[in-house]
């Protein structure tokens, strides 16, 4: 399911790119577009960019946590630009056609920085991170489980999805196991610290009588006759 929503997320974005590329008056630098009639052509189309660019980076690092750098970069090239895009078009000035014709410099700069993040997206949809999709397969079998006993399938086919469910069940109640044992380890490493710590303070009890009949190291006892 979540591959499944990734996917669906890269045309969604794709098609985001598309409306703000088609929504950016031709020769806009060199019209005298002014920004309020700009803004209300692209406020929509923009705004949804900026939204899908947020909710797509965090399925990226999902997928290719290895890769967070890249992503938080490329995403920033796509962001600010969007931001100073809006920023330029408010900005008072004595020239707001000026205003218009970079604040559209700007979107330029965002319209190639979301390609660059759409390129990135395909890469990992198809060189995901095989930690996480491993971990993702096994997510979607476990939640299969119920519709297994309903599904139509061979005979064969169906004994290796129970047997795959049960694979992950297994590894469920395994890391379930470990918790438990490593709660009770903690719990017993604290009681043995408690307990050094007491040993160490007891003070040690000796008469003088007990060490004066002590014998040295060293030297024998006479048996008294």
Same mark, same amino acid.
């Given at each position: ?9 890269? +045309?969604?974005?794709?098609? /985001? ?33 900026? %939204? ?5 980076? $965090? +399925?990226?690092l999902i ?20 931001? @100073? ?9 004595? &020239?707001?056609? /000026? %205003?218009? !014709? ?18 990135? @997206?395909?890469?990992? !949809? &198809? %060189? ?22 309903? $599904?139509? /399938? ?10 795959? $469910?049960k694979r992950?069940?297994?590894? &469920? /109640? ?13 719990? %017993?490493? +604290?009681?043995? !610290? ?7 303070? @007891?003070?040690?009890?000796? +008469?003088?009588?007990?060490?004066k009949k002590?014998? @040295? ?9």
């Open positions: 399911m979540f591959r499944k929503n990734y996917v669906q997320s890269i +045309s969604e974005f794709e098609n /985001a790119l598309e409306q703000v590329e088609a929504a950016i008056p031709r020769e806009a630098i060199f019209e005298r577009t002014p920004p309020k009639d700009l803004w209300n052509g692209l406020e929509t189309p923009t705004t949804l960019l900026k %939204n899908l660019a947020e909710k797509f980076k $965090v +399925s990226m997928l290719k946590p290895e890769k967070t750098q890249t992503i938080e970069r490329i995403f920033e090239g796509i962001i600010q630009p969007l931001d @100073a895009f809006k920023e330029t078009l408010f900005q008072k000035s004595t &020239d707001p056609i /000026a %205003n218009a !014709r970079h604040a559209i410099e700007h979107l330029r700069k965002a319209m190639v920085g979301g390609y660059d993040f759409l390129v990135l @997206a395909k890469e990992i !949809r &198809d %060189n995901p991170s095989p930690a996480i999709e491993e971990i993702l397969k096994l997510r979607e079998i476990y939640g299969a489980k119920e519709y297994i006993s309903t $599904v139509p /399938a061979p005979e064969a086919l169906h004994m290796r999805m129970i047997g795959l $469910v992950a069940e297994a590894l &469920d /109640a395994s890391l379930t196991n470990l918790e438990k044992a490593l709660d009770e380890v903690k719990v %017993n490493l +604290s009681k043995i !610290r408690e307990e050094s710590l007491k040993f160490r303070s @007891a003070p040690v009890k000796a +008469s003088e009588k007990e060490v002590a014998p @040295a190291i060293g030297t024998s006892v006479k048996p008294t006759p």
